[in-house]
């Protein structure tokens, strides 16, 4: 979904958590400002009122941050278009991320990159992620959802959605997408959940990144010798050594953490919206035109990815009134811009799954705009009828207890929803 490859904003809390950590110790992780989280606090599957509440003031605010680092959120929708379609004045490169907090591992991919290297890199990808290639995995995703329901209506007992449906979805469809071996998918669904959430080890989660390279990159050193019918198998069949392996094993990895823990969270908050509201459910069931605009829908009211890639100003420049200078990040909020009734018209901040498709930001825009949305949404539009026809008398589990919702994760999700089948 939303973005292909690594958040920006993940790597900056991280690698600011690590900075600070080494220079003064674990306390200091208190250091970091509130307001620097905002955009990725929610109540319940709505933003916190005061991301509304900065937004309806203005469309771009200057939040506080560490190492004297001048950093704008960008909530007004046109501003965000405008910043995420501006490649001459904005820059995604790693390298200046780097020079701020001392980094040396650039995580590669599509979104830390800068024409002409994104450019090249993302012809690499367009034409495995074009209808007609993606169309072969119609069949397979159907199979994948089938399955999952099956195991879903054998168990004894609750079962949890989570686990048992929006996990392993897109997992398998992303191994047989990237033509990883299925024996390898429990590791490849480990390594993707790990890369997301800021809070879950403070330090433990700074090496899942060197780690799940480096596990790409053997597939991609044995598929150097022995093409698969995969992603990976493809690229090499027709680029050979155009793309050399740190930079398919890259691609793999965007295509990895970018299709995986977003579609996962989006079936699971989909499929948590038709528990609560009866009526759109059996919509979905009885009219198979309502899945389009359901799904569209979802995920401009979901918007699961809640920040783009951040942005490094290469000019001064005037945006939505506010300058910025040379040098300073700026970071769109594209849950704020998706919720922008200025721009998107008024009641945009309510869910209505008959809302004919607005032009959401979801999966970004501009140049970097997701690769993989089309796969998303086949996904999509794919499981949440099929739930629903599945299990018609689909409720929560009544023993179960509160909802533990993702906290300041740069992908919102659910840990877990208990029902009964």
Known sequence: MVTMGKSALTWVRKTMARAVLKRVGPRALSLLPDNLLL????????PVTELDELADQAPLSLLPAPFGVRLWLVTGYDECKQVLADSTGFSND??????????????????????????????VLTPEFTMRRLSRLA??????????????????????????????????????????????????????EARFDLFGGAGAGF????????????????????????????????????????????????????????????????????????????LLREDDSAINPFVEEMLRYLTVV???????????????????????VVACSLNAANRDESALGAGIRQFDPTR???????????????????????????AYPALVRRFPDLRFDPTAGPLSFRETSIVYGVESISVLT
Do not use: W
């Open 139 to 192: 069949p397979r995703i159907d199979e994948i959802i089938a399955d999952c329901l099956d195991d879903m209506a054998a168990a004894d007992g609750p079962v949890d959605l989570v686990e048992k449906f929006a996990l392993p979805i897109p997992s398998l469809t992303i191994c047989e997408l990237l033509g990883v071996p299925y024996a390898d998918r429990e590791e490849f669904q480990r390594l993707a």
């Open 306 to 328: 809640q920040v783009a890639f951040l942005r490094f100003a290469r000019k001064d420049m005037v945006i939505g009134g506010q300058t910025v200078l040379e040098g300073d």
């Open 207 to 282: 090496g899942h990144i060197s780690e799940s390279l480096a596990y790409l990159k053997r597939v991609v050193q044995q598929q150097r010798e022995q093409p698969g019918d995969g992603l990976i198998g493809m690229i090499i069949r027709e680029h050979g050594d155009e793309v050399d392996d740190d930079e398919l094993a890259g691609l793999a990895d965007g295509v990895l953490t970018g299709g995986f823990e977003t579609t996962a969270s989006m079936l699971a908050l989909g499929a948590l919206v038709l528990l609560r509201d009866d009526k759109t459910a059996a």
């Open 356 to 382: 004919a498709p607005s032009a959401h930001v979801a999966f970004g825009f501009g140049a970097h705009r997701c690769i993989g949305a089309e796969l998303a949404k086949m996904e999509l539009r794919a």
């Open 94 to 123: 790693f390298s200046h991320l780097g020079k701020i907090l001392e980094l040396e591992q650039n995580p590669g991919g599509l979104g830390f990159a800068d024409p002409p290297v994104h450019t090249r890199l993302r012809k």
């Open 39 to 46: 955009p990725l606090r929610r109540d319940d599957l709505e």
